[in-house]
């Protein structure tokens, strides 16, 4: 440690710390604008200048090491006119357009001008003009003018998102940030750019010219889209959420956010929002009060029971649904005699149930430490944007990085060790890896491995995860949503065992977690494949879409329309073709509610805006019906007294929800030999902006490279095979549909993988997310 002063105060920080460092730690306010904590020093904007004991002239603090005894003045007479001086050269080609400009009233250089800038400018030469430019539909560059270059777009994008989306141009009075040549900012955490920006120069395009900082309300809330729980300021203006923003927290999100958190915001606005409760009534939807909406539900459900028996009845909710909807949804479920509610759509292997409730295995923290992780089954930049940027830093700090997956997408960071294999051929891949760790260990490989051949891939894996460092086995939503998902965890359990390694999953939802500590699964009912594999007479769906959001579309849809009653609770108006009464529930800006994250961490917010309409809170609605139905136990008041009972405690952040969770099994692992790739098979990821919806509705994310309509991603020797290039149609058939989709050739991609989105309007028609899947030219 070394011991330095500054402003008369001493302070002691680490060797090789910067003085910006020791005035942080110390409290002392130092201005800057291209110094950043998170970011590495560029010290081009010289704004941070202090006067030093015995240098001759002042240093910019943020680039200045410490040395024991040093003595800084950061306020002296000649620190000040340092900084003033560079202020004027910062204002010489900035424009006067603060009343108009977006950044206004929280805009880091009219703050600092206030201070340090003159009354009036010494240059009268004509001012430097830079071209607006078009970055896509997120990042407005309409006035790059602006810009005082202090490069943390750049830095951001090359050292958190892990690409170089933009750069500086030119030199002197001609420099200039800009994007590649006819490019647009593509990455899944771009927005951070905007929150970044210290002047106006890079502003939000959905929120430009909108609204003033100063009539916004700031109100906290949690995401709901991804695990991760990511912390976020929603800002209000009248009864519309006008904006949302990271709120820093270090165990979550540190100060960033995806750009889904961020700008998803305008599927709450949309025009598809349901505000009055509706029935249809002899093949015509006509709007109604809640009582008699919720009468009629009541009443259909008696009969259903009685003719049928409770088994006809099931119930399905997202997993972005809170704790308390989802304990409600189940309650009401089992208080009329039926088993089978569920919120895990995707999924399609039940075998683990009532043996494991999946989570991380760890903190945020402890991931983003790792030193060695083995990434099973996981499109880990799209469905983890922020556990990706950890996992990239963990990597800079000399992690490695190894995946098994079907595809070999580019996760903008080194990864030491692949094995890319159709699905099919996962089970064979991890029971190789099973095989070598064993081989490397010199223990005796579990019954059944003794004819199992590791290839160098895998003992290249087996090798990294025993290094015997900080290490992880963690298992992707492909994994979770894979048809042999039970075979893959006991593998990849054995592996995380005798490697010393941590073991998780990188949950789906906002509340994965959640919906198993509100206890929203079967028991012995219908899970949620069975549920519409063998159709029932009623459901009730709790903020789904399941040609969506299911894991197979078309056995959904199919069962949905022979239904004789289907009940949609949801902010959204979808369904109306196969529905019989639409409720307005409200999504997580308009309710309160809890989430629990991957980590186990339970997080409890309110509502930020007033209920649109005739909405109410999705507990409020299950709390009626649970009356109406005259069952026990629903007279709650409020939301907190539903999660109070489910947690235990009055206080979400004690609640010791990890110790009810588990994700270890004990079952021995089966080995599997390498199949015949004989059939073509299907390997579908949910995209980014298609996970919910919410985000499905926001407008800006759906002119995103990342929501163009899919295409059919095929191998170059299956295209050739087929006679297609990238850019022709082929037709692909799966079950009972088919579609036609572009051809995109991926590099990597095996021979007999065929990948295709689902939960898009272009592939609903299709069948299983993993399976057969045929193609022919169109």
Known sequence: MVEIEIDGKKVEVQEGSMVMDAANKLGTYIPHFCYHKKLSIAANCRMCLVEVEKAPKPLPACATPVTAGMIVRSN??????????????LLINHPLDCPICDQGGECQLQDLAVGYGGSSSRYEEEKRVVPPK??????????????????????????????MEFGMLGRGEHSEITSFVGKTVDSELSGNMIDLCPVGALTSKPFRYSARTWELSRRKSVSPHDSLGSNLLVQVKGSKVMRVLPLENDDVNECWISDRDRFAYEGLNSEDRLTAPMIK????????????????????????????????????AAPHSTLEELSLLQKVVRGLGSDNVDFRLRQSDFVLDGRVTPWLGMSVAEFGQLRRAFVIGSFLRKDHPLLAARLRQAVKRGAKVSILHGSDDDLLMPVANKMIAAPSSWLAALSQVVAAVAQVKGIAAPAGFENVEASPEARAIAESLLADEATAVLLGNAAAQHPQAALLHAAAEWIAQNTNAKFGYLTEGANSVGGYVANAIPGKGANALQAFEQPRKAYLLLNAEPEYDSYNPQAARAALEQAEMVVVMSPFAHGKDYADVLL??????????????AEGRAQSFNGTVKPLGETRPGWKVLRVLGNLLELDGFDYQSSEAIRNEILGTATPADADVRSRLNNLTGAAPLADLAADAGVLERLADVPIYATDAIVRRAASLQQTADATAPAAWISAALAQKLGVEAGGRINVRQGQGSAVLEVGIARGLPGNVVRVAAAHAATVGLGAMFGEISVEKA
């Open 76 to 89: 002296s007479n000649k620190a000040v006119a340092a900084q003033k001086s560079v202020m004027e050269f």
């Open 134 to 163: 078009d970055a896509g539909p997120l990042i407005s560059m309409k006035e790059m003018t602006r810009c005082i270059h202090c490069t943390r777009c750049v830095r951001f994008g090359q050292e958190i998102a892990g690409v």
């Open 281 to 316: 009534q002899d093949g015509k939807w006509v709007a109604t009060d809640w009582q008699t909406a919720l009468e009629y539900v009541a009443h259909g459900l008696r009969n259903i029971r009685h003719e049928h028996g409770a088994d006809a009845i099931a119930a399905l």
């Open 584 to 597: 307005p529930t409200a999504p997580f800006s308009e309710t309160s509610g809890t989430f629990i994250s």
